[in-house]
């Protein structure tokens, strides 16, 4: 089995930690570098039910896409809910390693996953600066209603469900992907010319504009269920890597729903109070 630093080193290889972004917080949370691994686990979250899961599973070594401490920490006592989360990875000697940013601007990368969750040909980046978002063709014209019929089929299921903004009936050719919160990216999505713009966590003032000043297509999905077939994909590589240096790794990608929602009701209709 290798050591923790071995499969450390071909995750940054992926990953590189200065492609983040400096307000983030990527790398080895916790974990010896000498430790062997054989099994580990991938998962959008590092909260207290994948640790458990890691746990039950007997991992090794959890990577996860979102950061445990992204604004820094001066405690990690097991009465706060992530230090929980520290000791009993330390106590069943698992290992924790974060890619965030990072991971959202490699090529592939968090958005190349969610355009193949969708089976959209991608065809270059939203933002070629930094490699965020990706621009893509769907195999046949659809409607923005059976896109984003598309997406509920493909994605995981989340209390949400899929947001739409825009005319049911328009007609969608080239759509923009960027898994996780997308609505700083308006301005690429209009320079690129797309008719539609799959992303997650669009406020209430953004789609507003968007949609008064353009007749872009929105669709609204969650955090979590746009960021998760990374999670398949980043197995595969690793699989990959295992394969190819002999390590026969065991390879997991967690199936928890983490996503925070845990229902969603609708109103009658009527005029607001």
């Known amino acids: 089995m290798p050591r923790l630093s071995e499969v450390i080193a071909e995750l940054d290889a992926l990953w590189p930690p200065d492609r983040a972004e400096q307000w983030d917080a990527v790398g080895t949370v916790c974990g010896d ?21 890691a746990v039950s599973l007997g991992a090794d070594l959890v990577v996860a896409h979102h950061p445990l401490y992204l604004r820094g920490t001066t405690t990690v006592a097991a009465g706060h809910f992530k230090g929980r989360v520290v000791h009993d990875l330390i106590k069943n000697d698992i290992a924790l390693h974060v890619a965030h940013t990072n991971a959202d601007t490699a090529d592939p990368g968090v958005s190349d996953a969610l355009a193949g969750a969708l089976d959209l040909r991608v065809t270059g980046p939203l933002v070629p600066e930094n490699g965020l978002g990706r621009i893509c063709e769907l195999d046949r014209p659809e409607t923005l209603a059976e896109f984003a019929a598309r997406a509920a089929a493909r994605l995981p299921a989340t209390a949400q469900g899929i947001r739409v903004a825009g005319d049911p009936a328009m007609t969608v050719r080239r759509v923009a992907v960027s898994g996780g919160s997308g609505d700083s990216l308006f301005d690429a999505v209009r320079a690129a010319g797309v008719d539609a713009f799959l992303t997650s966590d669009l406020r209430h003032h953004p789609v507003s504009e968007a949609t008064q000043r353009t007749p872009l297509g929105l669709v609204d999905a969650a955090h979590w269920a746009t960021e998760w077939p990374w999670c398949e994909q980043a ?21 928890t729903v983490t996503d925070p929602w845990s229902s969603h009701h609708t109103s009658s209709p009527g005029a607001p109070n």
């Open 235 to 255: 197995a595969a590589q690793l699989d990959a890597i295992s394969d190819r240096h002999g390590w026969d790794l065991r390879v997991h990608v967690s199936k």
């Open 33 to 53: 570098p000498d430790a062997r691994v054989g099994r580990v686990l991938f998962a959008v979250d590092p909260v207290q039910e994948i640790v458990d899961e």
